[in-house]
T-cell receptor, first 109, second 116 residues
């Protein structure tokens, strides 16, 4: 079954500390993976996609097919990074997204 | 902040009543989606529509119904058959996915439904 697992409900760090939000997936075939973010009082929005291999707001994520992981990393967390983060993968041929349960990142001053 | 809108923001309903949530988009997107968001469970797909007059069930369609009579609109009806309807409902839209591309889904602000 296709599944996305985010093992941490809450990740709490201090400003300037490194951040790693974990995401593991199960998918038969070549997955397309994404990170979505929801800041307080804002809409859910796309943060980055693995196929672009880009860095957005200092965040990067590398697809590791051997470990079936797509962890989101940032070397130095900022208070404005505090948000809910969802890992997701595309299922099938119709742009259907399967989401993980989400991890709340809290960055303290 | 247009693009995709949902109304109302908050909705209260008595048990046994049907209720319809509105979703409108002016992005000229072919595809639209309804998700349910519950604490600790992420987003789960209820229904999706790739084109006008066509829609498919998602993972948790029981107790819900949709229509897609216009490209801009994809209303969701929560029926009395839905056993646990209290949740946050998100609508999204995207362009139609090509064979080798992903079309970003754009989300609305959501509707919080509470059953009294």
């Amino acid at each position: 079954a296709q599944r996305v697992t985010q093992p941490e409900k809450l990740l709490s760090v201090f400003k300037g500390a490194p951040v790693e939000l974990k995401c593991n997936y199960s998918y038969s075939g070549s997955p397309e993976l994404f990170w979505y973010v929801q800041y307080s009082r804002q809409r859910l929005q796309l943060l980055l996609r693995h196929i672009s291999r880009e860095s957005i707001k200092g965040f990067t994520a590398d697809l590791n097919k051997g470990e079936t992981s797509f962890h989101l990393k940032k070397p130095f967390a900022q208070e404005e990074d505090s948000a809910m983060y969802y890992c997701a993968l595309i299922s099938g041929g119709y742009n259907k997204l399967i989401f993980g349960a989400g991890t709340r990142l809290a960055v303290h001053p | 902040d247009g693009g995709i809108t949902q109304s109302p923001k908050y909705l209260f309903r008595k048990e046994g009543q049907n209720v319809t949530l509105s979703c409108e988009q002016n992005l000229n997107h072919d595809a639209m989606y309804w998700y349910r968001q519950d604490p600790g469970q992420g987003l789960r797909l209820i229904y999706y529509s790739q084109i006008v007059n066509d829609f498919q069930k998602g993972d948790i369609a029981e107790g819900y119904s949709v229509s897609r009579e216009k490209k801009e609109s994809f209303p969701l009806t929560v029926t009395s058959a839905q056993k646990n309807p209290t949740a946050f409902y998100l609508c999204a839209s995207s362009g139609t996915r090509g064979p080798n591309s992903y079309n970003e889904q754009f989300f609305g602000p959501g509707t919080r439904l509470t059953v009294l």
